[in-house]
């Protein structure tokens, strides 16, 4: 669906109720809680936000019209505003219209010396924009009969970021982690070794993943594939064949598609680096889809894949621990410990609960599971 249909669309609505309904949720997606009134009794208020004081009604109301000539319907609302007593401080107009900036500007000097209102006008532009939102699409076929764009199975890093920042997963610092993205780095490119990163919920697996794709230590640009779209063939042009890439399968083991998905990326060529985030326990399920495939794969040893885990000491004030076994080639220190005299794998702590939440929330570590694609030697 493109912005001009959606325009002629916004054009052509004559449902001046329908109007109202869908400016003012498209008001309320953007974090404004306003409460509709409209009806004969509005006085000129289709919408207000905020607490309601005895003089004056609310700080912010909204105007909401399908008029043509918008700039008239605008000013008989203002007045109609300030002749029932109402002193809002800010008002927010929305019209189906085209306005242009200059004519915007004009308008809003004469309501601020007129009625001493900050003005916000949502014209048309806004109103194409914010119904092209992922987050939107859905509203194009309710009041505008328009089928929505398709949205892309294949995110790059800027979309799936601009995704995580909305649900608000990338505003805490994120640090102290550079050794281990030059680890799965190494497992990706030089060695070409399939990840799965296994933690629980709310752990940061994506967001590990996120910020080794954009710390500038892949050499390759990466896909994201979010969980939710049902993958269908036609979808692997989004991922530009001809050049490398690696592709991040978020939420792998919830898919029901991952078989068909994992066969289409093995069409690809150059075929993709490959990383996967799965919850505890759910490993297994992308191994299975990835045997023999062309894709990375677990080796087989001892009858079961080989997996290595690699995490951070806790430093959490309480901790319950079970076993979870790690490898890396070199013995290390961990809370639990140094390797074994010759050996590569050792016991590590593993979360189960913290007292303080909060601290969990900032020095909990991730048990990251890293599928190999051969027997690393020593």
Not at 69 to 79: G, H, N, T
Not at 116 to 132: D, S
Not at 294 to 299: I, K, M, N
């Amino acid at each position: 669906m493109s912005y001009e249909a959606t325009r002629r669309g916004l054009d052509a609505m004559t449902d001046s109720v329908g109007f109202e309904r869908l400016a003012t949720i498209l008001l309320t997606r953007t974090g404004i809680d306003v409460r509709p009134l409209g009806g004969s009794g509005d006085r000129g208020r289709d919408a207000v936000a905020g607490l309601y004081h005895v003089e004056g009604g609310e700080p912010l109301a909204v105007t909401i019209s399908l008029e043509q000539d918008w700039r008239a319907k605008i000013r008989a609302d203002l007045k109609r505003l300030h002749d029932a007593g109402y002193r809002p401080k800010t008002v927010i107009s929305v019209t189906n219209r085209p306005a242009a900036a200059p004519v915007q500007a004009t308008l809003q000097q004469q309501a601020k010396k007129d009625y001493g209102v900050n003005l916000t006008i949502h014209e048309q532009r806004w109103l194409v924009a914010q119904l092209h939102r992922r987050d939107n699409l859905d509203l194009l076929g309710e009041y505008l009969q328009l089928s929505p764009p398709r949205p892309r199975f294949f995110l790059d890093l800027s979309e799936f970021e601009n995704l995580l920042g909305d649900r608000r997963l990338l505003a805490a610092p994120f640090a102290g982690r550079g050794e281990e993205l030059d680890d799965v780095e190494h497992l990706l490119a030089d060695e070409g070794r399939a990840v799965i990163i296994e933690a629980p919920g709310g752990f940061g697996k994506t967001r590990f993943a996120v910020e080794l794709a954009r710390s500038g230590r892949s050499a390759t640009p990466w896909f994201i594939v979010p969980y939710g779209l049902p993958f269908e063939a036609d979808y692997l042009a989004e991922a530009e064949a001809g050049y490398d890439v690696t592709v991040l399968v978020d939420d792998a083991h919830r898919r029901t598609d991952l078989d068909q998905l994992l066969h289409g990326l093995e069409r690809r060529d150059p075929k993709p680096q490959l990383v996967c985030t799965v919850r505890p326990g759910h490993a297994a399920v992308v191994e299975t889809a990835l045997r023999g495939l062309g894709l990375p794969q677990p080796t087989p040893l001892g009858g079961r894949p080989r997996s290595w885990c690699v995490a951070s000491p806790p430093r959490l004030p309480e901790i319950a621990t079970s076993e979870c076994t790690i490898g890396f080639g070199t013995p290390w220190s961990t809370a639990a410990g140094r390797s074994p005299a010759g050996g590569s794998t050792w016991p590590l702590p593993w979360p189960r609960r913290a007292r303080h939440p909060s601290i969990a929330l900032v020095n909990c570590w991730v048990c990251f599971v890293i599928a190999q694609m051969g027997v690393r030697p020593g």
